[in-house]
């Protein structure tokens, strides 16, 4: 036999529903009756004769709070998902930059979403796991925009070793935190923001473009952009530059 747990490309989703588990609510994910939408699907192939248990049947009903709490309308309709607006995507896999229209609208949110999981109905019967090894490691999570800013690579591999966040990468990362940092509203992020606009990486320096400009006075934008985008050599970036109003 061979287990798997999000680590191979396996649809455990319908399998999941047609082993009886819960169903595919109106936001693609899973659902149990016993619970909700906080769980974790593993899968075990092996060729062993088993007994199939019945399938689950669907029991959204007309409940559609899941698609109605999407800041980016990612539910082009119920058990439909358009993973291009997906914030949980757009944070964690997408590789690229991430569009202009979808940078407020992901808010202060760095690594994935979780919004149309928070508010299904069926999360009252959810408890907490009592698995140690499922529990979140301490300081991992919600950690202060200014120490994400001022992660270089070998800083972010020592930081999050042992936990996701690492295999999306300090790039990616980072893009995301100035995204949220551009919409805090927060001026004393300024001097990070300004300190990665001269990154290695395109990715980070584009989104520091934006961060800048997002939270910079107009003089202040401006002297930045005589100082860094002349001299600037990635379309993007450049593309960020002239997009701004500085």
């Not at 088993?50 to 029991?59: G, N, R, T, W, Y």
């Not at 409940?63 to 998902?81: I, K, M, N, S």
């Not at 698995?131 to 925009?145: E, H, N, Q, V």
């Not at 966040?165 to 995204?179: E, F, H, P, S, Y």
Request: charged share 20%; proline share 6%; aromatic share 6%.
């Amino acid at each position: 036999m061979k287990i798997f747990v999000d680590t191979a490309p396996l649809m455990e989703k319908p399998l999941g529903e047609a082993a009886g588990l819960g169903w595919q609510g109106k936001h693609t994910n899973l659902v149990s009756r016993d619970f909700g939408s906080w769980l974790f699907l593993g899968a075990i192939l092996s060729t062993a004769e088993l007994e199939p248990d019945a399938a689950e049947v669907d029991h959204c009903g007309s409940c559609q709070r899941c698609l109605d709490v999407c800041p980016t309308g990612a539910f082009p309709a119920p058990y439909q998902l358009d993973a291009r607006r997906c914030i949980a995507y757009l944070t964690i896999e997408h590789k690229g930059h991430i569009p202009a229209e979808f940078r407020r609208p992901i808010g202060n949110r760095v690594f994935g979403c979780d919004d149309c999981l928070a508010v299904c109905p069926w999360n009252k019967f959810a408890t907490a796991a009592q698995a140690t090894r499922l529990a979140a490691l301490a300081g991992a999570d919600s950690l202060p925009l200014a120490e994400l800013l001022g992660l270089d690579d070998a800083a972010f591999r020592a930081r999050f070793a042992g936990t996701p966040v690492k295999r999306t990468g300090r790039d990616r990362v980072i893009r995301n935190a100035l995204i949220a940092a551009g919409n805090s509203g927060d001026a004393d992020l300024l001097p990070l923001v300004e300190g990665l606009l001269d990154d290695a990486s395109p990715l980070v320096r584009a989104m520091a473009v934006w961060a800048l400009q997002q939270l910079a006075a107009p003089e202040v934008c401006s002297a930045a952009r005589a100082r860094h985008a002349t001299r600037e050599r990635d379309s993007a970036v450049r593309s960020e530059w002239a997009a701004g109003g500085c």
